[in-house]
Antibody
Framework: EVQLVESGGGLVKPGGSLRLSCAAS????????MNWVRQAPGKGLEWVSS?????????YYADSVKGRFTISRDNAKSSLYLQMNSLRADDTAVYFC?????????????WGQGTLVTVSS | DIVMTQSPDSLAVSLGERATIKCKSS????????????LAWYQQKPGQPPKLLIY???TRESGVPERFSGSGSGTDFTLTISSLQAEDVAVYYC?????????FGPGTKVDIK
């Protein structure tokens, strides 16, 4: 069974940092692109970042997080990461990791259950 | 960026009746080289992550009930639930994957009338 499990969320002060992890299982991790999508409380879905499959990691960010967030992956550990720096109140959201079907231009399936990040003083 | 819009924001439909959700992209998501529309639909129930329903605008994901169908091309798309069931109460999102700046529609909430 394909499974994605996020961790690392929590309460952090504005300007602080947090590192999210996504543990993948049930599929050949290095063959798929991976993505982070967030959802602010009561709001819609916002794509955050994507990283391509294989060893040549093409990386993309939403303008709202560019320069502050860093996506990475460890294929040996079947894990996806999101390093979040200079956090702001409007980064408060549930962060989902999602598998991409194919290299980069693809839909997301499945999604993890998400991890909540709260940025507040 | 490609901006996705959806209509209506919400709708209430009687059990067994048809529900129709529209999605519009600010530019075409039809890739001419393969004649595919880079458009997906997701369903999100309260407290759950989104679930893929439709990709390539009209291809139903495995295991998704046949009452869900997608149509449209270019910039205008439709998700239809042919006979609404109680378990279909959810928010539905469209998403374009034509560019690497992926974007989602704002969502349409579907309730029972």
């Amino acid at each position: 069974e394909v499974q994605l499990v996020e961790s690392g969320g929590g309460l952090v002060k504005p300007g602080g940092s947090l590192r999210l992890s996504c543990a993948a299982s049930g599929f050949t991790f290095n063959s798929y692109s991976m993505n982070w999508v967030r959802q602010a409380p009561g709001k819609g879905l916002e794509w955050v970042s994507s990283i391509s499959s294989g060893n040549n990691h093409y990386i993309y960010y939403a303008d709202s997080v560019k320069g502050r967030f860093t996506i990475s992956r460890d294929n040996a550990k079947s894990s996806l990461y999101l390093q979040m720096n200079s956090l702001r109140a409007d980064d408060t959201a549930v962060y989902f990791c999602a598998r991409g079907i194919g290299d980069i231009l693809n839909w997301f399936d499945p999604w993890g259950q998400g991890t909540l990040v709260t940025v507040s003083s | 960026d490609i901006v996705m819009t959806q209509s209506p924001d919400s709708l209430a439909v009687s059990l067994g009746e048809r529900a129709t959700i529209k999605c519009k992209s600010s530019q075409s998501v039809l890739y001419s080289s393969n004649n595919r529309n880079y458009l997906a639909w997701y369903q999100q129930k309260p407290g759950q992550p989104p679930k893929l329903l439709i990709y390539w605008a009209s291809t139903r994901e495995s295991g998704v009930p046949e009452r869900f169908s997608g149509s449209g091309s270019g910039t205008d798309f439709t998700l239809t639930i042919s006979s609404l069931q109680a378990e279909d109460v959810a928010v539905y999102y469209c998403q374009q994957y034509y560019t690497t700046l992926f974007t989602f529609g704002p969502g349409t909430k579907v309730d029972i009338k």
